[in-house]
Structure formats: structure tokens, C-alpha cells
């Protein structure tokens, strides 16, 4: 008995310090949101005051200030020299001495499984105390937690005025890159900046297929059927069987995708399944319902019924489909400009005299083309806690990146990599190392490296991820290649130098018709329609797509979804989402 | 009252009945002291249970919750039956519904008639050899993931796939496996019994093994055919090891298979092939709707307890066979 009264006693007390915590907690937590407020429309000011008596100067604090960080460690960034750490490093040296930034970090995981995440989430959930700044990449739920957690500070004013011209200017590139992180009209986080244009898809066409059917690569949708119906009927691989097809697709995963895209067939009719566009009133509306995408799904299904497209494609994600085109089946295939890096290389495995192009999207009906694309140009977030010391620090550090390591001057510092001895080497003749496989003929150049394991790469230390990246570099480089421009920069060498010509040409092409592209309008939180909708909806216009793509369900059956989807929670979520619209735009 | 007079310890008369009471009072006394290491050593188990099996169940308050990550378990307001409402009112619930126990119910009878027949055709072999290689080989999938099985039957059961392919070659029309709602069935209840009956054909190898040699002798004696032997000796030596799996089988009533048809289904074969988890996963994991998968799940559990209660009562009653 005493023991079973002292079991529950001890559990009841487990329970009651789980309880009094978590009220403790929220009480914290609402105070919080108060003061985070405050320091929204007060501290600024005296924040930038305190930071020039604090003393940043000559690009240095002196004496150096700590700022304290959490991180978690992707597979890249888990390699170091012997000796060194995520807190200490080249990279950790390098900023304390050049900038008198002291990173610390609260703690480092390995980032398997989301622990990264689950650590941030149970910080926030358990009330600890954040730190001066927190990454974070990934899920836009989380992001939205840490945006409405009340710990972190709007940046409007810090931007204003310690953001460096290129941070600046690769922020301007897109004025929605804010609309995700903005609460009240307030910048809540610091986007860390990426590559533009990368994501958007253009069409690869089999050359040696054109040549051998002599036939002319399309520009419209009536040309690309025409060049299908050859590519399908005129048995282009020579092997006496009719085995080949159109176009590689796979809309597994709907009718938005990263590869493989299918949208373009949408676009081409002024429509996009799958993302909000400004409709002809300047309101936002849903692509997937818009009356112009019925005339797309019809001319799928008839592309369907003569076999241009795998009768595969609805099982088929985007990789699933890609293989469609590197087996050498279809001779038609959407993706980004940087296909022939990959999966491309497997169509020369599996076809030796395999060639192929990028051209652009076909026009449609209306003489215009259009895919999803040109989405801003940010890959994860910088948080900066609203009680940090210095959250001017974090500028200045991203600063440092942009101005000396995003693209350095030939000869200058940086101009190989981080450093000598951890990502890069130079030989007495002057060849640069870079790989592990180079390095191991000449470990002498890497001391304490493991090269049995990749170089450790100090961008990958970084609290942005990977150093800097000024977002229409790329592109820029690329184009400039494409037009005969010679590559003087180490990072035109670098980046551009090891590209295939085909990657380049795609840019160029992707470049040339940047309007075509159009981006997701809708970049708020979930809300609560679409949380309790959104499943329900996805589900309605995916069914029926496909049915009528399949011939399973007559086209009729388009305006029965559409109106469904009006009637059960679209209405009210196109309401939501054009309230969100009205307040960021 | 008898009882209580006996029991009374004054009590003159009778001294040995009345001793045994006593004697039974003070007995767990005398076996606790003698006992208390056995206790001790299954404190452990007891205690992990309790953390990983029942504590968690506290997780279940998210059902009536509108459960938030950031305000946490305490944090989040009650809303009650909400949940459960928001299940039964969806407009897809009901199909969903019907398409798990559809599934489910199917792979329930294959998953028992075909481990049961295979378990007697293999007994009847006399080659040790043969049986254990058979016995191995068919045991063998069942350690695949649905990860790889998934993209393996994707690429096999395409248009031009190797099972529509030997279609054509013996003059048959192709058949678009996971595109067609009835076929998805179909191959889904296949897929899924290909790779567990070698589970259930061990369970009831066993039970082979432990009947009687001699039963088999008199009958014979008695005259009786291979067939005869098998239908009144080694079916009834079955029936009650195929009453305690099927009776748990039923608990999975609801669990049509996540990890299969999530990896095998499409838009396509929506609404003949979506189950209840698959359904889940898309409202409640991707669109942060913690608390109605909780819900859900909790029905999922409510409904499968009932069923093995009941299914339990029912084979203890008619086959005469317990577990617990």
C-alpha cells in the first residue's frame, strides 16, 4: 500500500510540475507578445544607439561581442578538419577576428530526422529562452510558429539601416519574398537569400529525334502535337517497334511540380492548376478552377487517348517521369535549366547519340505560354531574438559574406574558396583543388582532413547556410556565357566553367522568356479553411483531373468539380487568401 | 452468514475450517516476503510500460483539443466532440470508410484462407528440404518494405510492365493495374497477402507439428483417404490457432495498410482505393491538423477494441479456445 500511495504521489507530483511549468510558460508567453510589441515600434532606435556607443567600427566590433545561435548539422556541414567543431572552426576564427562577432552556440545537433526542427519546436513549446538568432529552413509551419511565438523582433528598420547594397538589392529583386514573413505590416525575419530562377521549367527536345523526322522544334501547342504525333508514330529510335512517346510526364504529385511539370499545357491557356493568380479584377484566384484549364484537360485527355503522353503518368512522380525521357521512351521533356547535371547524364548512359536542346514553353491558342515559376529568391530564414544585444551583428556578419565571399574579385582573399587546406588547395603549377579523390594524391595539402570523406566546406558552416548568394548571379553568369561572354570572375569559372552547354543554353532560354513564368500569389500561413479544406479541395480537382485526362469521367465533369469546390470551403478560402492579399500588397 | 461464523475466530467448534481462512489471510503476507525480488525484477517492464504504453495515451486529451504545437497539451483550448463531428460530417468519411473495411476485410479472409490451405499443402510434403526452402522462400517478403515493394509493383504492373506484357503475349487485353479502382482493390488485397501468408503459414505449420501421429495411424486403420485424414484430423487440429489469429487479425479491421496503399495509390484510384489512414495523412499530417488525427486514430482504436472484445467473447463461446 505505502508503496502504491508513493507511486501516486510521485506521479501526481510529475503532473502537477508538468502543469505549474506550462502555466508559467504561457502567462511568459503572453507577456511576451507585449513586449515584442514594444520593441517593434520603440527599440530600433535606441537599439541602433545603443550598437554605434556599443562600437561597430572600421567593419569590427571592438572589443568583440558574443552572439549566441543554435544549429543543426545537415550531412555537408558535418565535416571538419581534426580538432575542429561547429564552435570552433575556421570559420568561427575568421568572423571573431574580422568582425569581433563571437558566435556561441546554445547547442548542435545532427540534423537526422528533423531534429533541427524538433529541438526548435520544443524550445518554443517548453518557453526556453531563445537565442540571439535562429535559423531555419524548411517547412513553412515551423516558420510560422517562430513568426507567431512573440521571441523574435520585426526587421524593418534594421534592414533599413545596416543591410548592405547587395543584400539590398537581391531583397528588391521581389517584393514578395516579404509577404510569407510579414505580421501586421511588419518584416518579422531576414530572408536568406537564394539563386533566382532556378526552379523555372522549360522544354528539352530530343535533337537527333527532329533531325532524323526532319522535322521543325515546335512553338505553339498545335506544332507540339505535330512533332508528338511523329515522335510517337514515325518510330524516331529506329528499333522497328512503336514504343516511343510524346512527352515525359508524371502528375503523381499534381499538376505543379518541380520537373516534369505539366502546367505548361495549363499556361499556355492563361491558367495555373495548383497556385493563386491576380485574376483580371486584381483579386487572387485559384488556378485549378479557373473555366480556361477545362480546355487543357481536354486536350490531355485527347494527348492521352493517341498515346503522346505515358499511360503511366498519374502513377508517376517527378522523377518517376524524368526516367520516361533517360530512358530514351519519350523525346520530350519539361524541367529546369539544370537538367543536364541531372537526371540528363542517364539519357547519354542508356542512349550514347541521345542529343537534346532547351527551347521555350509552346504558345497557346492566345499566342501566350505560362508555367509556375519565378518565385522569390529565399531559401530559409534568419530570426532575430527580440532581447538580443546586437541584432545589428547579424547584418554586418551576412554583410561580410555578400561583400567578400558571394563573389570575389579575381586574386582577392577569398577568391579560390574559404580557405586554403579545407575546401580548396593550390599546386605549385597552379591547378586548384577542389574534390577529395584530386585530394588524396596530395594529402600533404589538406592537414588533419579525413578525404576518404568530402572536403570540409567552411560555407557550410555559416549561419546562412552556405555563405552568401546574390540571387541573379546565376542566371546572370550563365547568360553572359551562353552569349559568348568570357568568364573572368572566380565565381563565372567556378559555377559556370563546369556546366555543360545544354545547362547554359536552358538558362539563356529561360532568361529570354522570363514573363512567361508566373509565381504563387499565396504565400501566408494556412488558413483555417484551408486547414480544415484544403485536403478535401486538393482531392476534388486532383480526382477529376485525372479521370477526365483518362477518359474516365466525361469533361463535363470539370464544371462539377469547379462548383463543388466553390461550394464546399473554396469560396470561403479565395475570401481568406484575397483578406491576406488586400493587407501585404 | 454461515461463512462469517466460521470465519470468526472464536469460534470453538470446527477448528480446522476456521483455520484455514486465517491461515489464507496471513498467506499473501508470507508469499509477498518470499516474492518481493520477482516483483522487484518486473518493476522495469511494469514501469515501460506504463511510460511508453499508457502515459502517451494522455496524448489522446488532442482529440477534444484544438490542439496547438505552441500552446502545447495544457495550452490548447477544449472544443469538446468537435472533432468527431468534423469526421463523420466530412463529405468523404463515409467512403473512405467503406473502402478500408472493403480492403481491410478482404485481406482479413485471404490473409487466414490462404496461409490455412498453403499450411496443409505444405504439410503434405514429404521432402524436409523442399518444405523448409518453401517455407523460408514465402516467408521471405513479408521483411520488404512497402518503400521498395511499392516502386518494384509500380514498375512491374505499368503499361508496359512484365505482368501486361505476358497479357499481350498470351492474347489478353492489358489491364491498367493501379489506375482502375476495382483493380487497385484488386492488386492491393493480392500484394498484400503475396507478402504476409508465409507469417501465418509458420503460425499454423506449428500447430501441425503438435498434433498426434497416432491419429493419423487409426485413422488409417480405420480406412480413411488422404483427403478424409486432412478434413477430420488436420483442419480440427487448425481450428483453434486459426480462431486466435483471425480473432486478432480483427482488431485490424480499420488498418487497411498505410504504408501499401500510400505507396501504390493516385488521384485516380481515389475513391475506390483511399482508406481512412491514407485519408489522415493528407488532412491531418500535411495540413498541421494534429488534433483530428488524433481523433481519428482514437476511433480507429475504439472500434478495433470493440471488435476483438466481442470477436474474443465469440471464439471463447463457439470454439472454445482463450487466450487470456
Known amino acids: ?585 | 452468514m454461515k461463512s462469517t461464523v466460521k470465519s470468526a475466530p472464536p469460534a470453538p467448534v470446527a477448528t480446522s475450517p476456521a483455520r484455514i481462512p486465517r491461515s489464507s489471510v496471513r498467506k499473501p503476507r508470507e508469499r509477498w516476503s518470499l516474492t518481493w525480488p520477482l516483483h522487484l525484477m518486473l518493476l522495469p517492464a511494469v514501469l515501460v510500460t506504463i511510460l511508453f504504453a499508457y502515459v502517451p495515451m494522455g496524448g489522446l486529451a488532442m482529440a477534444f483539443q484544438d490542439f496547438k504545437p505552441y500552446d502545447g497539451i495544457f495550452g490548447s483550448p477544449f472544443v469538446g466532440l468537435e472533432h468527431f463531428r468534423f469526421m463523420f460530417e466530412y463529405p468523404d468519411s463515409k467512403q473512405v470508410i467503406l473502402n478500408t473495411l472493403i480492403i481491410a476485410g478482404l485481406k482479413i479472409v485471404f490473409g487466414l484462407l490462404v496461409p490455412f490451405a498453403f499450411a496443409i499443402l505444405l504439410n503434405e510434403i514429404r521432402m524436409i528440404f523442399f518444405k523448409r526452402v518453401v517455407q523460408t522462400l514465402v516467408y521471405l517478403p513479408h521483411f520488404i518494405s512497402w518503400v521498395i515493394l511499392g516502386a518494384i509493383l509500380t514498375d512491374m504492373l505499368s503499361s508496359e510492365g512484365i505482368v501486361n506484357q505476358t497479357l499481350s503475349a498470351i492474347g489478353l487485353q492489358p489491364v491498367f493495374w493501379l489506375g482502375d479502382g476495382n483493380w487497385f482493390r484488386f492488386t492491393v488485397v493480392v500484394s498484400d497477402i503475396w507478402q504476409n501468408f508465409g507469417f501465418n503459414t509458420i503460425v499454423f505449420l506449428a500447430a501441425l507439428a503438435g498434433v498426434n501421429p497416432s491419429l493419423y495411424e487409426a485413422a488409417e486403420v480405420d480406412g480413411a483417404s488422404r483427403w478424409r485424414q486432412t478434413l477430420h484430423i488436420t483442419m480440427p487440429a487448425m481450428i483453434p490457432i486459426a480462431v486466435v489469429v483471425g480473432t486478432l487479425s480483427l482488431g485490424n479491421i480499420l488498418n487497411a495498410g498505410f504504408d501499401q496503399i500510400f505507396n501504390l495509390y493516385n488521384p485516380l484510384v481515389y475513391d475506390k482505393g483511399d482508406i481512412i489512414d491514407t485519408f489522415v495523412y493528407r488532412t491531418a499530417i500535411l495540413n498541421g491538423q494534429y488534433s483530428f488525427g488524433t481523433a481519428v486514430g482514437m476511433f480507429k482504436s475504439m472500434v478495433g477494441l470493440i471488435l476483438i472484445v466481442i470477436s474474443y467473447r465469440l471464439a471463447a463461446k463457439y470454439a472454445g479456445y482463450r487466450i487470456f
Open chain 1, 1 to 585: 500500500m505505502k508503496r502504491q500511495v508513493a507511486l501516486v504521489l510521485v506521479l501526481m507530483l510529475v503532473f502537477l510540475a508538468a502543469c505549474s511549468n506550462n502555466g508559467g510558460n504561457s502567462t511568459e508567453g503572453t507577456g511576451g507578445e507585449g513586449q515584442g510589441q514594444g520593441t517593434q515600434t520603440e527599440d530600433p532606435g535606441s537599439n541602433k544607439e545603443e550598437a554605434t556607443a556599443n562600437g561597430f567600427k572600421d567593419g569590427k566590433y571592438d572589443p568583440p561581442i558574443s552572439l549566441t545561435t543554435v544549429v543543426g548539422l545537415d550531412q555537408n556541414a558535418a565535416v571538419f578538419k581534426k580538432g575542429e567543431s561547429m564552435e570552433d572552426n575556421v570559420h568561427t576564427r575568421l568572423v571573431k577576428e574580422r568582425l569581433g562577432i563571437d558566435l556561441k552556440y546554445d547547442w548542435v545537433v545532427t540534423n537526422t530526422n528533423d531534429a533541427y526542427k524538433t529541438k526548435l519546436r520544443l524550445m518554443l513549446s517548453s518557453g526556453e529562452k531563445m537565442p540571439d538568432v535562429v535559423r531555419y529552413r524548411g517547412d513553412m509551419e515551423t516558420v510560422n510558429l517562430l513568426l507567431d511565438s512573440g521571441q523574435f523582433m520585426a526587421v524593418d528598420e534594421l534592414i533599413e539601416q545596416y543591410a548592405g547594397d547587395l543584400y539590398k538589392e537581391g531583397l528588391e529583386l521581389d517584393p514578395t519574398i516579404w509577404y510569407p514573413i510579414t505580421r501586421d505590416g511588419k518584416k518579422m525575419a531576414l530572408p536568406i537569400l537564394d539563386y533566382a530562377y532556378n526552379g523555372n521549367q522549360t522544354m528539352f527536345i530530343r535533337e537527333d529525334w527532329l533531325r532524323k523526322l526532319n522535322l521543325e522544334a515546335p512553338k505553339t501547342l498545335d506544332e507540339l502535337e505535330v512533332v508528338m504525333d511523329a515522335f510517337v508514330n514515325q518510330d524516331p529510335d529506329g528499333n522497328g517497334k512503336k514504343d516511343t512517346l510524346g512527352l515525359a510526364t508524371g502528375f503523381k504529385n499534381g499538376f505543379n511540380t518541380w520537373m516534369t511539370d505539366i502546367g505548361f499545357v495549363f499556361g499556355a491557356y492563361g491558367a495555373l492548376p495548383g497556385s493563386w493568380n491576380p485574376g483580371e479584377d486584381g483579386t487572387l484566384v485559384h488556378g485549378s478552377v479557373e473555366p480556361k484549364a477545362k480546355e487543357a484537360l481536354l486536350r490531355l485527355r485527347d494527348w492521352m487517348s493517341k498515346g503522346y503522353i505515358s499511360q503511366d503518368s498519374a502513377l508517376k512522380d517527378e522523377v518517376g517521369g524524368s526516367e520516361m525521357f533517360t530512358k530514351g521512351q519519350a523525346g520530350i521533356m519539361v524541367g529546369p535549366n539544370w537538367i543536364p547535371a541531372w537526371p540528363l547524364p542517364d539519357l547519354e548512359v542508356n542512349v550514347p547519340e541521345a542529343e537534346y536542346k532547351a527551347y521555350p514553353l509552346p504558345t497557346g491558342p492566345d499566342g501566350i505560354a505560362g508555367a509556375a515559376g519565378n518565385n522569390p529568391p529565399v531559401n530559409g530564414y534568419l530570426f532575430i531574438n527580440k532581447n538580443a544585444k546586437h541584432p545589428e551583428a547579424v547584418l554586418h556578419y551576412y554583410n561580410f559574406f555578400f561583400d567578400n565571399l558571394a563573389n570575389p574579385e579575381p586574386d582577392s582573399e577569398f577568391a579560390l574558396g574559404f580557405a586554403e587546406g579545407y575546401d580548396y588547395a593550390v599546386l605549385d603549377d597552379g591547378t586548384v583543388i577542389r574534390d577529395n579523390n584530386t585530394a588524396k594524391e596530395h594529402a600533404e595539402l589538406f592537414p588533419d582532413v579525413d578525404l576518404n570523406n568530402s572536403l570540409p566546406n567552411p560555407f557550410f558552416y555559416t549561419l546562412t547556410y552556405e555563405g552568401a548568394r546574390i540571387p541573379t548571379l546565376y542566371a546572370d553568369s550563365m547568360v553572359k556565357a551562353a552569349e559568348g561572354g568570357e568568364l573572368v570572375t572566380p565565381y563565372e569559372k567556378m559555377e559556370v566553367g563546369g556546366r555543360k552547354e545544354q545547362n547554359i543554353h536552358a538558362m539563356k532560354v529561360i532568361m529570354d522568356q522570363l514573363d512567361v513564368y508566373h509565381k504563387n500569389y499565396y504565400m501566408g500561413p494556412l488558413t483555417d479553411t484551408m486547414q480544415s479544406k484544403n485536403e478535401l479541395l486538393s482531392k476534388l480537382v486532383n480526382e477529376a483531373y485525372n479521370k477526365i485526362i483518362y477518359s474516365q469521367s466525361p469533361p463535363e465533369e470539370f464544371d462539377k468539380m469547379s462548383d463543388s469546390w466553390h461550394k464546399s470551403g473554396g469560396e470561403q478560402i479565395t475570401k481568406e487568401v484575397n483578406e491576406w492579399y488586400e493587407e501585404v500588397k
